[in-house]
């Protein structure tokens, strides 16, 4: 019978040879690695398809894909057996919670390589649909599921090697906080896909030991995702969040996991989809997400909170999770908390409370706590966020009429923005000169000259 089956395949590989012999020839390939009867069990209709002048496509392919990286002991990607996505991107399984991570952040982390394919991936669109949340009970089953992966290399993960993922993060983290996530993101994403990745589908001597090593590599994509979003690449940041968030739930690791909903929050308001934003934010505040987080954490998630409440226009919602922030920031003192907020200290809750505040129609309010974050904010560690608050500070002082005070912070801003590579930044820029416009004409040569400058920078930052 098993001979019978393998003839089948040949000559369904035979035919297929005719009419899509790219991706026959990829499948013939990896059937002679793997073994023909391994890869007739599962892909034999889409071969069938090929026949027929179509591809498989949605959850197919990468059940194919899944299955025969098992069966090889290593990981493939779409484009290895003649799948590879289409330049349109509406195939996407970054958003879809039940494919395999370890597969579809490979070939992420490669498409994110190829200049090419990561320009395709900038033109595709956001997706709010794509933000849907599995239910609690996925959440609760997923440690278990990571645990009966079948390991697709022999490697056992030494504690070293978690460590290297974990200090890379740390290296690259603090790089996106001073030049922004444009600088950098390539590098970052060949580290992900050629060492984070890889152990995911290894052996490891403890369950613990996995769990820790799984956090690492789904804070490390974390990263890769926040770049993204910081470089406007909002799609490909939007995936690789996804993807982190799977992780850390399979990791167990709950404070991580709302650490990511509320950076999906974040780019939900950013990007003006507040309902979407609120579901993710109250997502990250559940008892085992904020509950469990360190003070600091918790301050953060909070805040963003206030933040998707501000968007969705809750001013009495945005005011409670303010203070709340507050409290818990005030907490954290003696905090234990993870490297991944070391950041978030008094100018980062200033910058987001302004922000919450602006949005919810208290400018006066906003504008001293965006001075507060400039006052309190180390300028040449966190030059990216510095910069930004300074546009933001002179957009809310130019609203108010007071055109003068504006200029002077905006050159502050461009000043601070020597060196970043940052879609925020260049937003800032973009809106600066939208708010200068009325005054082009009659606002002076400090006008004229403050837009130069802006139109000058806007060629060379990211």
Excluded at 14 to 21: C, G, K, L, M, V
Excluded at 184 to 213: I, K
């Amino acid at each position: 019978m098993a001979r019978e089956r393998n003839a089948a395949l040949a000559a369904l590989l035979r035919e297929a040879s005719w009419s899509q012999p790219q991706a026959a020839a990829a499948l013939a390939r990896v059937a002679a690695e793997s073994g023909v009867q391994e890869l007739e069990t599962v892909s034999r209709s889409h071969i069938a398809m090929w026949v027929q002048g179509t591809r498989p496509s949605g959850r197919a392919r990468h059940i194919l894909r899944e299955t025969l990286s098992r069966r090889l002991r290593r990981p493939l990607t779409l484009a290895d057996i003649g799948l590879e996505e289409e330049p349109t991107g509406t195939t996407d399984s970054g958003s879809d919670w039940s494919v395999d991570p370890l597969t579809v952040l490979a070939e992420l982390g490669s498409d994110d390589l190829d200049m090419h394919r990561r320009n395709l991936l900038a033109t595709t669109a956001y997706s709010a649909v794509g933000l849907a949340l599995p239910t609690g009970a996925w959440w609760a089953a997923a440690p278990a599921a990571a645990a009966r992966r079948t390991a697709v290399s022999p490697r056992l993960v030494a504690q070293a090697d978690t460590e290297d993922i974990r200090d890379l993060t740390a290296f690259y983290s603090a790089r996106d906080q001073q030049r922004g996530g444009a600088s950098g993101r390539s590098a970052l994403a060949g580290h992900l896909r050629d060492e984070a990745v890889p152990l995911l589908g290894s052996r490891f001597r403890t369950e613990q030991h996995r769990w820790d090593t799984y956090s690492a590599v789904a804070e490390m994509t974390y990263l890769a995702g926040w770049m993204a979003f910081d470089a406007s690449e909002h799609r490909t940041a939007q995936r690789y969040l996804t993807l982190a968030a799977r992780i850390a739930a399979e990791a167990g690791d709950g404070p991580l996991g709302g650490h990511i909903l509320r950076a999906l929050a974040h780019q939900a308001v950013d990007l003006g989809h507040p309902r979407r934003a609120l579901a993710l934010a109250d997502a990250s505040m559940s008892r085992d997400r904020y509950g469990q987080a360190s003070h600091r954490e918790k301050a953060l998630l909070a805040i963003v909170h206030a933040r998707a409440h501000a968007a969705d226009g809750d001013r009495p919602g945005t005011l409670a999770a303010i203070s709340r922030a507050e409290r818990d920031l005030a907490r954290s003192d003696n905090d234990e908390a993870p490297g991944r907020v070391g950041f978030f200290q008094e100018a980062s809750l200033a910058h987001e409370t302004a922000c919450a505040l602006r949005d919810i129609g208290q400018p006066l309010d906003a504008e001293i706590h965006f001075q507060r974050s400039v006052a309190t904010r180390r300028q040449k560690q966190y030059a990216r966020t510095y910069s930004v608050t300074l546009g933001y500070l002179g957009a809310v002082q130019v609203h108010q009429g007071r055109l003068d005070e504006a200029c002077a912070t905006w050159a502050q801003a461009l000043d601070a923005m020597t060196g970043v590579q940052s879609g925020r930044a260049r937003d800032v820029i973009v809106r600066m000169r939208s708010d200068l416009s009325p005054f082009r004409q009659r606002g002076g040569r400090h006008v004229a000259e403050l837009d130069r400058r802006a139109r000058d920078m806007l060629r060379g930052i990211g």
